[in-house]
């Protein structure tokens, strides 16, 4: 089991400048970091990955489709294709940088809606956008980890049982799911009990404070979420994710009007420890 922050309380675009905050982020315990891939070339993400291997930090990597030009479900199939474009182009970074993991919601443009539910067209275009990528992934080293978001942020999926029938849809073994504890705090009627039921589908875990600050400073039952992780025998990542109000445009999406911890280090500092030793308590 590996403990990872990420850098999207930094950056949307991870570089050379971040070298302080990732030397901090080693030095409070981390064995990695998680990286947002949203832009960029692919040399530039090969460089990260040296730069990290320098530093003794492992990686993740993590992504959204953010514009409607890109867009799995959409009616345009220009729209599918760009998404399916980017998707490769995801893959091919994730593995220039060193990632094993790409997650994120690889299903649908976040924020968009229509005002209804998934159709079965949109989620037979959303499983195929998957299915297309999933060898080349696979080929890559790669796991794709689609995340289930709450019901404000998208509609595909909202819930962990909604991401393991996508999952069994798609059918390929180098897909599945990012359980995040923030959006299973909204949507689900009981999150222990959804681990236990779909663990199966479980590939990347994100440990998140029900508020978007620090774990472990918030009421979500890290004891009990974690034991529910070892009865399913998950040993992948625990990535602590987190938001402050240091980018705007970032802040203004996730919606951060006010400060959750006083200094974006602590969540390295106190959650890393947090997560390490509840994990190892839980046993």
């Known amino acids: 089991m590996n403990v990872g922050v990420n850098m999207l309380l930094w950056a949307t675009r991870v570089t050379r400048e971040h070298v302080a905050a990732l030397q901090a982020i080693k030095a409070a315990g981390a064995d990695g970091v998680e990286i947002p891939i949203m832009e960029g070339e692919v040399a530039a993400y090969?460089?990260?990955g040296k730069l990290l291997d320098e530093?003794?930090?492992?990686r993740t990597s993590s992504m959204a489709f953010v514009t409607p030009e890109v867009n799995p479900v959409s009616d345009d199939p220009k729209r599918r294709q760009a998404a399916v474009d980017n998707l490769k182009w995801l893959i091919e970074c994730a593995h220039a940088l060193g990632a094993p993991v790409i997650c994120g919601p690889m299903y649908q443009t976040?924020?968009?809606f229509t005002g209804n539910g998934p159709t079965e067209t949109e989620l037979e275009r959303a499983a195929e956008a998957l299915r297309s990528v999933a060898p080349l992934a696979c080929q890559a080293g790669v796991t794709l980890a689609m995340e289930p978001l709450n019901r404000f942020e998208c509609y595909m999926l909202n819930t962990l049982s909604d991401g393991a029938a996508l999952t069994d849809r798609i059918g390929h073994p180098n897909v599945g799911i990012l359980f995040d504890t923030f959006h299973a705090n909204i949507e689900e009627?009981?999150?222990i009990g959804a681990i236990r039921r779909h663990g199966r589908v479980i590939k990347h875990f994100h440990c998140s404070a029900n508020d978007r600050g620090i774990p472990g400073q918030d009421h979500v039952d890290w004891a009990g979420t974690f034991r529910a992780l070892h009865g399913i025998g998950y040993d992948g990542w625990l990535v602590i994710e987190a938001f402050g109000r240091a980018l705007p445009g970032l802040a203004a999406a996730t919606k951060i009007w006010r400060d959750l911890f006083a200094d974006a280090l602590d969540v390295a500092r106190v959650g890393v420890p947090?997560?390490?030793?509840?994990w190892e308590r839980t046993l």
């Not at 530093?55 to 492992?58: A, I, M, P, Q």
């Not at 947090?274 to 509840?278: I, L, N, S």
């Open 110 to 112: 976040i924020g968009a």
């Open 274 to 278: 947090f997560a390490r030793e509840t």
């Open 55 to 58: 530093l003794g930090l492992k």
């Open 46 to 48: 090969r460089e990260l």
């Open 189 to 191: 009627k009981d999150p």
